[in-house]
Nanobody, 125 residues
Framework: QVQLVESGGGLVQAGDSLRLSCAAS????????MGWFRQAPGKEREFVAA????????YYLDSVKGRFTISRDNAKNTAFLQMNSLKPEDTAVYYC??????????????????WGQGTQVTVSS
């Protein structure tokens, strides 16, 4: 079973940057596509970004395109989410997750198997 631990969240001002990390243990990360989701209070969990097993393909929520970058280092069993030009509407708990099944909707939470506990990102205006 894969365990995922997110880190790097915090309280920042609008326009600032944060880099989230997701450290995996109990499995080989290169066996999984990775995703980042977020959930704001009172809202459903929302897809943010995904990356293929070897990092050759990435997908983003439209509202974060050009501001967020997902990446991975399979040798270190770690995935990242670089978030630039943060906005108050980016405030949420951010979760990393793994997906082993191919050919499914990479933007759907139900497509993913293992989840971290989340890290809080708060962006003040």
């Amino acid at each position: 079973q894969v365990q995922l631990v997110e880190s790097g969240g915090g309280l920042v001002q609008a326009g600032d940057s944060l880099r989230l990390s997701c450290a995996a243990s109990g499995g080989t990360l290169s066996n999984y596509a990775m995703g980042w989701f977020r959930q704001a209070p009172g809202k459903e969990r929302e897809f943010v970004a995904a990356i293929s097993r070897l990092g050759t393909a990435t997908y983003y929520l439209d509202s974060v395109k050009g501001r967020f970058t997902i990446s991975r280092d399979n040798a270190k069993n770690t995935a990242f989410l670089q978030m630039n030009s943060l906005k108050p509407e980016d405030t949420a708990v951010y979760y990393c997750t793994t997906r082993s099944t191919r050919g499914v909707d990479a933007t759907a939470a139900a497509s993913y198997e293992y989840w971290g506990q989340g890290t809080q990102v708060t962006v003040s205006s």
